[in-house]
């Protein structure tokens, strides 16, 4: 029998908001930053703390208000709405919005393993890592289907690691709740990941998630989305032109082939999982001595545990003092993780608890983007 995401609730109950929050009402005042998580488009997401338990973090995602512009406030209103009624271990959950004239801001869960994106070696996981985080995606989107949302910009980029090394997916501003059997027309998503019907505009409704389900497990497997180019225009050529069109790596095994081939059907309806909202993707051959229950427990051991990745380097520069001596640098350059231990920082750490003057030991590891992993 299959375990269905309403199942989560029993056998892994979600962390309660009153737990997370000490049974008390926040507000924005209420919260330290500490360093900024990520930027795009919208605006930024910053690692907050309670200012009087700094044990408790958060993210906290900025989006600026855009005067006059009622789609966007539409589009606000809307992920307000689908992430404060998500209640899936494999999302991330939203706990709090803070408004005013200027600007939105969401109160998430914190997920502090970093964005798949950034973990993924250069030539892709392994099998084992890659039907671990499948099945975790999987999960997700069983859930969200189910209740009739469609989340429309699933990539690497949006899921994010939790302490244990589990996946959950995050940023819902494309995201949106469906009437059945009725389509959408919005052209929204990432280029490398957007199915045919979208490109083209012919509405769209579910079947979106499984075409960009099968692009994120070709992108696990190999390290990159089957259509690359700088033009636009030309990775929607490819993808219009069909999975088939692909010449698969031939590192790459039948099984993950023939699973990224079933959910980038060309023609939606016939895209695995689209008749059962994905339950039968948990049926396929990659799957076939997964623990699905074991998955829903948090039992099953992920492929690794993450650090605990956020940027501190602008907060050292700015002089503040309460940062953590002792963590090591990956240095990201072409792809290749050179680790950095900076052991004369924990000495020197002693002597004074100014971070400024330690910026002569580690100024040339920051050369290129690096981030920062907590021991």
């Known amino acids: ?44 997401v910053d690692l907050v703390q309670v200012k009087d338990d700094p044990k408790q973090l958060f993210a906290l995602k900025h989006i600026k208000k855009r005067p006059v512009d009622k789609n966007q406030h539409k589009k606000l209103r809307q992920e307000k709405n689908i992430m404060s009624g998500v209640k899936c271990n494999f999302v991330v959950k939203m706990l709090k919005m803070f408004e005013n004239d200027d600007s939105v801001s969401l109160l998430m869960e914190c997920c502090l393993g970093g964005s798949l994106s950034s973990a993924l070696p250069k030539k ?25 949302i469609v989340h429309r ?86 993808a219009i032109a069909g999975i088939k069109t692909v010449q698969f790596q031939k590192s790459l095994t039948p099984t993950i082939v023939d699973l990224v081939t079933s959910l980038c059907a060309s023609v939606p309806e016939k895209r695995l999982g689209y008749r059962s909202r994905g339950r039968e993707i948990r049926h396929h051959k990659l799957f076939e001595r997964f623990d699905w229950k074991g ?60 971070p400024r003057v330690h910026l002569d030991i580690w100024d040339d590891a920051c050369k290129t983007e690096v981030s920062c992993i907590l021991l």
């Not at 650090?307 to 520069?317: A, E, T, Y």
């Not at 003092?321 to 924990?346: G, Y």
């Open 153 to 238: 910009d699933l990539k690497p980029g949006n899921a994010v690691l939790d302490q244990q090394g589990y996946l959950k997916l995050c940023d819902f501003g494309c995201a949106q709740q469906l009437t059945a059997n009725i389509k959408t027309w919005t052209m929204c998503g990432t280029p490398d990941y957007m199915a045919p019907e979208v490109i083209m505009n012919l509405g769209h409704d579910f079947s979106v998630d499984y075409w960009s389900l099968g692009i994120f497990i070709y992108e696990c497997a190999t390290g990159a989305p089957p259509y690359k180019s700088n033009d636009i225009m030309k990775i929607f050529k490819q």
């Open 124 to 148: 892709g996981f392994d099998t084992a890592a890659v039907t671990f985080f499948t099945a975790c995606m999987v999960e997700a989107l069983v859930y969200l289907h189910s209740h009739n």
């Open 295 to 354: 998955l829903a427990a948090g039992t099953v051991k992920p492929p690794f545990v993450p650090g605990v990745h956020f940027p501190v380097i602008r907060k050292i520069q700015e002089g503040v003092a309460d940062f953590p001596t002792n963590f090591l640098i990956m240095q990201m350059k072409k792809c290749q993780i050179t680790i950095v231990w900076l052991s004369k920082l924990r000495s020197t750490s002693k002597k004074s608890r100014d």
């Open 1 to 44: 029998m299959d375990l269905t995401s309403e199942d989560y609730r029993e056998t892994a109950p979600l962390i309660q908001v009153e737990k997370f929050l000490k049974i008390r009402i926040l507000h924005l005042s209420d919260l330290k930053e500490v360093s900024m998580l990520g930027n795009g488009s919208y605006g930024r």
